[in-house]
């Protein structure tokens, strides 16, 4: 069945089958009941939570032939006439198409005549914030003067944009959002009626998509049932809105804790060329970093809220033993927190493998500014503790994740206070003198804000201590960008160096592998040769 089909057959006809709008429901259908409709109403919220819906159930409660009821009956003429919008006393428009003050005034015409067939007469004003302000103005005369047959319904996503003075003679009305488990409610009613087979992950997957909106949920619906075969099913919802299923999320979080930097930069790619939908995706990466950290404080108990079909939830309770808790809540936040920056971004593949990287460097990471290094430690990185690839839930680790959320929390505060601040011809200044720069300069800032820097007389170093960081800056004129805005803010020209610290960590590595004697004696007995060595 085509989705707008399955929009309108299932559309509510009864106050009590609107999904949702609990409060809103019960007040209009008292005033139906009673006969004492509102001479103005408005309607606001967002798309897709009913306002239309309501609006019509409304003109025929306060119309039926039956009433009056606190429901219409959906049975005399006039139901029915309105039901297919063919009643002459309930006119609706779409202000969107008819935003002149001569629509306005005809319906001012039309609303002084007495209804003919009914007891009202409605007018329904779709997409009402639309109206130019000379409609306004007329409406607002009508509205000042009510005639008492009349009820006017408007219906708006952008209340903010109606004048105080209409606003001010409506009974105002906000929809909320409908409710995740009013949505599966809803989903699971239409796939019983329609006599379908479903698993319920697939109802919350849809409902979770609609976003609050029932429209949106019955269009992802009827898109899913459009595909074809006797079940709906969470592999086929994800295929048809483009979704990353459970498998992704579980290989990231593997190389998440692996550090397995190339791993992630290749998934990465890889959703990103299969076109899945990025802001959905980090929506649910938040999720699971969420349903982590409620399983590892609340252990079982977490279960019933989370929803989740047996195998994933045992693969979560696992990996919520393995992280400590607050470097998931750190984690949890800086997902949340970069999640727009990275739709907005220029280069949202890279935004989104400095967050990866972030995320399995988290509890390495150190506030800009409070680390240093020393030269000591430049010329000799070996003398720096290795990472420890392995968690642990001590309280060493704790405690060093703890602090990498403390340090993560001020590099935030530092980065939001500093921002636009580059008065100080520093490091830091320089950095966000190019972040105010239009185009690449936030994800440029990005980068640079995680290197160190050397000023010396004539020259700066930027010393990068993440191989993929040194790549993208030395790629793509980078290096010459860098150049010139650090002669546009430092004033003079200095040599530019970029120094890939990465690597000398790993060449030192090496060599302290090599020289390792369990090693050395491997080969000698052996008479053996090394061919690569990996951190394990
Ligand atoms: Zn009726």
Redesign the pocket.
Known sequence: MAKAGLTAKYRPQLFKDIVGQDFIKKILSRAAQQNKPANAYLFSGTRGVGKTTTARIMA?AI?????PDSE?????????QITKGIFSDVLEIDAASHTGVDNVRKLREDAVYFPMSGRYKVIIIDEAHMLSNAAFNALLKTLEEPPGHCVFIMATTAPEKFPPTVISRCQHYVFKMVHLDDLVTHLRFVLDAEKYEYDPEALILMAKRGAGSVRDSMSILGQVMALGGERVTPQGVREVLGLAGHDVYADFFEDILNKDLVNIHTRINSILGQGLDINFFLQEFASCWRNLFLLSQSGDKADKILSLPGNELEFWKDLSVRIPAPRIHAAWQMVIEEQKSILKSNEPALAMELLFFNLAYLPELLPIGQYTPSRQEMSNPAAAKPADPVEKKSPENIRESLGAREAYSDHKAEKEESCGDFSEKNWPGFVNYCRSKEGAGDSLARMLGSCESIIEQGSLKIVCNQEFIYDSLKRNGRERLISSLIEEFFGSEMTLYIINNAQKKDSSFREKALDHPVVKRLVDEFDSRIIEIKRL
Do not use: A, E, I, W
């Open positions: 025929k119309n039926c032939l039956n009433g219409p009956c959906n049975d005399c003429t006039n139901c029915h």
